[in-house]
Nanobody, 121 residues
Framework: QLQASGGGLVQAGGSLRLSCAAS????????MGWFRRAPGKEREFVAA????????YHADSVKGRFTISRDNAKNTVYLQMNSLKPEDTAVYYC????????????????WGQGTLVTVSS
């Protein structure tokens, strides 16, 4: 129901845009989030956006470099990643939460399969 794409290999300082397309159901009114899991580390919050786009949240580690956005007509959420660093290397997941704003991954209701981002130094 959530399909993440856009990952790949990029050099440090480069950019990627991840997409998360929803299918099979509507995510109208849902909070949409991006999370990541680096090798040997816990899953961590990256960014989230409300249905209207009126509120966005970004982890301190990505503020000023990553931007979350959404196109509700296309049922798609994006994560624009600029000035990438090797420490951004991870599998990135998109997720949806029906009610309320949160950055806690266990409070999200639906998850995509993840897309791998590798940043070389």
């Amino acid at each position: 129901q959530l399909q993440a794409s856009g990952g790949g290999l990029v050099q440090a300082g480069g950019s990627l845009r991840l997409s998360c397309a929803a299918s099979g159901r509507t995510f109208s009114g849902y909070l949409m989030g991006w999370f990541r899991r680096a090798p040997g580390k816990e899953r961590e919050f990256v960014a989230a956006i409300t249905w209207s786009g009126g509120r966005t949240y970004h982890a301190d580690s990505v503020k000023g470099r990553f931007t979350i956005s959404r196109d509700n007509a296309k049922n798609t959420v994006y994560l624009q990643m600029n000035s990438l660093k090797p420490e951004d290397t991870a599998v990135y997941y998109c997720a949806a939460r029906r009610l309320g704003d949160t950055i806690t991954p266990t409070e999200y209701d639906y998850w995509g399969q993840g897309t791998l981002v590798t940043v070389s130094s």
